[in-house]
T-cell receptor
Framework: GEDVEQSLFLSVREGDSSVINCTYT??????LYWYKQEPGAGLQLLTY?????DMKQDQRLTVLLNKKDKHLSLRIADTQTGDSAIYFC????????FGTGTRLTVIP | DAGVTQSPTHLIKTRGQQVTLRCSPK?????VSWYQQALGQGPQFIFQ???????QRGNFPDRFSGHQFPNYSSELNVNALLLGDSALYLC????????????FGQGTRLTVV
């Protein structure tokens, strides 16, 4: 099956940029996703990128995809305390494979 | 648009019992997937339903079964509950035609004691 790896924790100061990284093994996925999960809640889709793209920007979010290295990253500009959550990278088509999530803590 | 709704939000069951969880997909969506999220882990795919049939299944035992109704809503059934079945169960809906991202419900927190 697909393996999706993420670092477990990231702490940043409010106003700084956050970069969350993800590596995956399945190169056949057409889309790659970033989801956000706040405590006790379900998953909120933040953004996704088509596999033939290198970069996608959506307001404060920038997704970079390096298909050769099977590396995906999510950059959050001007990180706010409300961005504190767990961020999941996911790949797949009909069924999604998720990483274990990166817990982002924003320090005021 | 109510989005994906799941019920109940919390549930406590005893080992060996059976449980049914329910999901209503986002309006216009026809495909429902179920995921299990254990504490501290990412969601794991259980199965997906489309046109009232199980289309794809993850690595879960037969104790996990499901159903999709003509109105696209879905149920997840788990028999002979084990302590290890305690988790957040997430339902996601999408549209079969074209690419649509999967939208998730808030989940059902199942505790088996």
């Amino acid at each position: 099956g697909e393996d999706v790896e993420q670092s477990l924790f990231l702490s940043v100061r409010e106003g700084d940029s956050s970069v969350i990284n993800c590596t995956y093994t399945d190169s056949s996925s057409t889309y790659l996703y970033w989801y956000k999960q706040e405590p006790g809640a379900g998953l909120q889709l933040l953004t996704y990128i088509f596999s033939n793209m290198d970069m996608k920007q959506d307001q404060r979010l920038t997704v970079l995809l390096n298909k050769k290295d099977k590396h995906l990253s999510l950059r959050i500009a001007d990180t706010q305390t409300g961005d504190s959550a767990i961020y999941f990278c996911a790949t797949g088509a009909n069924n999604l494979f998720f990483g274990t999530g990166t817990r982002l803590t924003v320090i005021p | 648009d109510a989005g994906v709704t799941q019920s109940p939000t919390h549930l406590i069951k005893t080992r060996g019992q059976q449980v049914t969880l329910r999901c209503s997909p986002k309006s216009g969506h026809d495909t429902v997937s179920w995921y299990q999220q254990a504490l501290g882990q990412g969601p794991q795919f259980i199965f997906q339903y489309y046109e009232e049939e199980e289309r794809q299944r993850g690595n879960f035992p037969d104790r996990f079964s499901g159903h999709q109704f003509p109105n696209y809503s879905s149920e997840l059934n788990v028999n002979a509950l084990l302590l290890g079945d305690s988790a957040l169960y997430l339902c996601a809906s999408s549209l079969e035609q074209g690419h649509t991202e999967a939208f998730f419900g808030q989940g059902t927190r199942l505790t088996v004691v």
